[in-house]
């Protein structure tokens, strides 16, 4: 495609639900980044992938959260045991290098 | 720790020009990205500047100094579509791909 696809676009979860949020990057893009963003709040940086490689995930706030990029393509990103406090914008960025980022439309999760 | 530090509001007329400020205190810098986010959308690239001084493109310009922990973000001729959330960002020297975004400035240009 021409752009950042992310999957599902709204997802509603029942608090302690499991959810997945897919984020499919534009071809040869080596960068994926995935962000936080609360309402009225700039994104919060949770973790960077260069390829397949998870070369930071400093900003996962909980082991409720994990990343994946297996073949350094298409990125998954994993809420176990959702809570409230996570119903957030998740975005997910990519580019050529480390300081490109260009952002999918993101997936609004709310959190029941 | 980053810290980033932009103005909340902004109002401005239509054809006018407006500067958005934003100084920032990091442990190192790898350069600084001016962000457009209109509601409910996704960010969208404006400029990103590593070196100090004013890189034009179009209505926009940036301007960085590096020794204040300063930039702006300058636009010009506004048109009713330029209403929206600038971000401020900064990448650290430190875990290289991590941006450390501002809350964003909402600006609301008016005829």
């Known amino acids: 495609g021409a752009g950042v696809s992310q999957s599902p676009r709204y997802k509603v979860a029942k608090r302690g639900q499991d959810v997945a949020l897919r984020c499919d990057p534009i071809?040869?893009?080596?960068?994926l980044f995935w962000y936080q963003q609360a309402l009225g709040q700039g994104p919060e940086f949770l973790t960077y992938?260069?390829?397949?490689?998870?070369?930071?995930k400093s900003g996962l706030p909980s082991d409720r959260f994990f990343a994946e990029r297996p073949e350094g393509s298409v990125s998954t990103l994993k809420i176990q045991r959702t809570q409230q406090e996570d119903s957030a914008v998740y975005l997910c960025?990519?580019?050529?290098?480390?300081?490109?980022?260009?952002f999918g439309p993101g997936t609004r999760l709310t959190v029941t | 720790g980053q810290n980033i530090d932009q103005p909340t509001e902004m109002t401005a007329t239509e054809g006018a020009i407006v500067q958005i400020n934003c100084t920032y205190q990091t442990s190192g810098f790898n350069g600084l990205f001016w962000y457009q986010q209109h509601a409910g959308e996704a960010p969208t690239f404006l400029s990103y500047n590593v070196l100090d001084g004013l890189e034009e493109k179009g209505r926009f310009s940036s301007f960085l100094s590096r020794s204040k922990g300063y930039s702006y973000l300058l636009l010009k001729e506004l048109q009713m579509k330029d209403s929206a959330s600038y971000l401020c960002?900064?990448?650290?020297?430190?875990?290289?791909?991590?941006?450390?975004f501002g809350d964003g400035t909402t600006l609301t240009v008016k005829p």
């Open positions: 071809s040869g893009h080596v960068s």
């Open positions: 992938f260069q390829n397949e490689a998870q070369l930071d």
């Open positions: 960025a990519g580019g050529r290098e480390v300081y490109e980022q260009y």
């Open positions: 960002a900064v990448r650290g020297s430190t875990n290289a791909g991590k941006s450390t």
